[in-house]
T-cell receptor
């Protein structure tokens, strides 16, 4: 069965410092991985996805993610955090077979301090 | 293009009632998926519709149902509401042709409170 784990409930960083939000996955077959961000009282906004190709994926708002097949990880990164990056981040994997279903991790709250 | 829209944004119901939520996908998108978000269970997949047919279903009781119209708009219905149905219900749309690779774009959600 496909699954996603986000081992940290909360990540705190200072503004201007690099940030990492961790995600590990378990899939059968090729992984299709996604990152979304959710601001309070809002829906999910798409950041980036890994389908195939380069292990470093670049996305919106300066975010990038590194796909590591041997470690089954897909960590979200940003070189310099902004206070406005403070939000809830979700990693997701596409369900098996021919389906649109996304399986989400539990989410990681990112707090960027001024 | 306009994004995914959901109506209503907020809803208060009492136990035993039923509720219908609406979702209009991005123009040209034919796949609509529904998710339930709660603090305890996180984001859980409800069902997916494509070309008016349910293509996939999550592990929810039969009180949760949905449908899709010919213009790709979708509705979900919850009958005999329970307190535990209080949640943010999110709708997402995608083109639908190559499901596994496609990005789902989410609406703002409908927040349902069951009293």
């Amino acid at each position: 069965a496909q699954s996603v784990a986000q081992p940290e409930d909360q990540v705190k960083v200072a503004e201007g410092n690099p940030l990492t939000v961790k995600c590990t996955y378990s899939v059968s077959g090729n992984p299709y991985l996604f990152w979304y961000v959710q601001y309070p009282n809002r829906g999910l906004q798409f950041l980036l996805k890994y389908i195939t190709g380069d292990n470093l994926v670049k996305g919106s708002y300066g975010f990038e993610a590194e796909f590591n097949k041997s470690q089954t990880s897909f960590h979200l990164k940003k070189p310099s955090a902004l206070v406005s990056d403070s939000a809830l981040y979700f990693c997701a994997v596409r369900g098996s077979s021919n389906t649109g279903k996304l399986i989400f991790g539990q989410g990681t709250t990112l707090q960027v301090k001024p | 293009k306009a994004g995914v829209t959901q109506t209503p944004r907020y809803l208060i119901k009492t136990r035993g009632q039923q509720v219908t939520l609406s979702c209009s996908p991005i123009s040209g998108h034919r796949s609509v998926s529904w998710y339930q978000q709660t603090p305890g269970q996180g984001l859980q997949f409800l069902f997916e519709y494509f070309s008016e047919t349910q293509r996939n279903k999550g592990n929810f009781p039969g009180r949760f149902s949905g449908r899709q119209f010919s213009n790709s708009r979708s509705e979900m219905n919850v009958s005999t509401l329970e307190l535990g149905d209080s949640a943010l219900y999110l709708c997402a749309s995608s083109p639908g042709g190559r499901q596994r690779q496609e990005t789902q774009y989410f609406g703002p959600g409908t927040r349902l409170l069951v009293l």
